[in-house]
């Protein structure tokens, strides 16, 4: 994906700023917290704390502070209620933090790369510059999400994971990613897909643009599309493509029922060499005919 985001220098940023003591700027003093009526949290490290009892983030202010390596069944009374806070430069890097609360937050320029999020709630929140790169997000909520700038979603663990009616108004990079069982209905997304696993997802009524390519990791799982839904959904800026691995796609029990295609073009012809991409296998075509032919 062109001008991916640099996660790994960002990490090295959170990882100095484990160095910095947990304290808040009030003027030219630095006041140790002490109390949850405190909600301005910003350049905190909270990644050595044991016991959360004095914080409540709910709708706080947590730019530039860092959660790295935390591992909620590690400290007492953490409540992973971040539900309409302000994250900005904000690192979640490794942190074990399952059915965490983010709902309506405002999140920049993060990084929750590695982080296990299982069934977390991310629904209306605006996302930006932010990277979940090989994150656990199985069964996480981002519905009505809309993602701006640079996402990075790569290789990330998406199964059962909710994003009906998300936006993703950028390039986002979902190499590698399992898609696994998710719903994406009704959702806005334009991203590569090179390697991802397609097993029982939802695109229903979706617009997708981007170029979906068997990967050389998982080269056996990613070049089966097994029982996709692209119902009703918009693909005229969809292509299959075999470059450059020329692994064909097969598109097993797939259905395209009432799909827009291109006009301009084909989209299960490989762009460069104009060969077929795809192999079809009980494969419902826009007429919601099935074919093992050609749709």
């Given at each position: 994906m062109k001008n991916k985001i640099n996660s790994r220098s960002v990490r090295m940023t959170a990882v100095n700023s484990r160095e910095t003591s947990a304290t808040v700027s009030l003027g030219s003093n630095n006041t140790t917290l002490s109390n949850a009526d405190v909600k301005d949290y910003s350049g905190i490290n909270f990644s050595n704390v044991t016991d959360f009892s004095k914080y409540s983030?709910?709708?706080?202010?947590?730019?530039?502070?860092?959660?790295?390596?935390?591992?909620?069944?590690?400290?007492?009374?953490?409540?992973?209620?971040f539900s309409g806070a302000k994250l900005d430069r904000t690192y979640f890097y490794n942190t074990k933090m399952p059915n965490a609360n983010f709902q309506g937050a405002t999140i920049t320029t993060s990084i929750f790369d590695d982080a296990d999020?299982?069934?977390?709630?991310?629904?209306?929140?605006?996302?930006?510059?932010?990277?979940?790169?090989?994150?656990?997000l199985t069964e996480a909520n981002f519905s009505s999400t809309i993602f701006n700038g640079e996402i990075d979603l790569s290789e990330a663990n998406l199964l059962n994971a909710n994003f009906i009616d998300a936006k993703f108004n950028d390039i986002v990079d979902f190499s590698?990613?399992?898609?696994?069982?998710?719903?994406?209905?009704?959702?806005?997304?334009?991203?590569?897909?090179?390697?991802?696993?397609?097993?029982?997802?939802?695109?229903n009524s979706a617009t997708l643009q981007g170029s979906f390519q068997v990967g050389y990791k998982n080269k056996?799982?990613?070049?089966?599309?097994?029982?996709?839904?692209?119902?009703n959904a918009k693909l005229a800026k969809i292509d299959f493509s075999y470059y450059p691995n020329k692994e064909i796609i097969i598109l097993r029990n797939v259905d395209f029922t009432g799909a827009i295609f291109s006009s301009n073009y084909d989209i299960f012809l490989d762009e460069d060499t104009k060969e077929l991409a795809?192999?079809?296998e009980n494969t419902l075509c826009r007429d919601g005919k099935k074919t093992n032919v050609r749709c």
């Open positions: 983030f709910k709708g706080a202010n947590l730019s530039r502070a860092s959660f790295n390596d935390l591992d909620v069944n590690q400290v007492k009374n953490f409540n992973p209620d999020l299982r069934g977390a709630i991310f629904s209306s929140s605006t996302i930006t510059h932010t990277s979940f790169s090989s994150a656990n590698y990613a399992d898609f696994t069982k998710a719903n994406f209905t009704n959702s806005f997304i334009i991203g590569t897909f090179s390697g991802a696993i397609f097993d029982g997802t939802i695109f056996e799982k990613s070049k089966i599309f097994n029982n996709v839904k692209f119902r795809v192999k079809f």
